[in-house]
Structure formats: structure tokens, C-alpha cells
């Protein structure tokens, strides 16, 4: 009886050592998506900022001709 109490006590050390293991798996995958949405972020105001520029060349360029124009 004795024998049997202490495998069911070790069985649940064991199931609480794998949700630690999870749960730190866990959080590590979410900083590392937290990197990556950050990176993105970072992406999509670089892309925001040329597609800007690209945008004022043209329409300058375009404002400027058509003042040559006149």
C-alpha cells in the first residue's frame, strides 16, 4: 500500500514538472512571437515611409512638370 501511495505522489511530481515545462515553453514561444510582431512592425513603417517617398518623388515630379507647363 505504502509502495503504491508513493507512485501515485511521484506520477503527479512528474505531471507538475511537465505543466512547468510546458508553461515555460510556453511563454518563451510567446516572447519570441512578441520579437517577431515587433520586427514586423518595424518592417511595415520602413515599407510605409519608402512607399511615402515614392509617392512625394512622383507627385513632386509631376508638380513640377506641370508648372514648367504653365
Do not use: D, P
Amino acid at each position: 500500500m505504502i509502495k503504491q501511495e508513493a507512485l501515485v505522489t511521484f506520477c503527479f511530481q512528474v505531471l507538475e514538472l511537465e505543466k512547468e515545462k510546458q508553461q515555460e515553453a510556453q511563454e518563451v514561444q510567446f516572447a519570441e512571437m512578441k520579437r517577431e510582431m515587433a520586427f514586423l512592425q518595424y518592417e511595415n513603417r520602413k515599407l510605409q515611409y519608402v512607399l511615402f517617398c515614392i509617392c512625394c518623388h512622383f507627385i513632386g515630379c509631376r508638380g513640377y512638370v506641370a508648372l514648367n507647363r504653365m
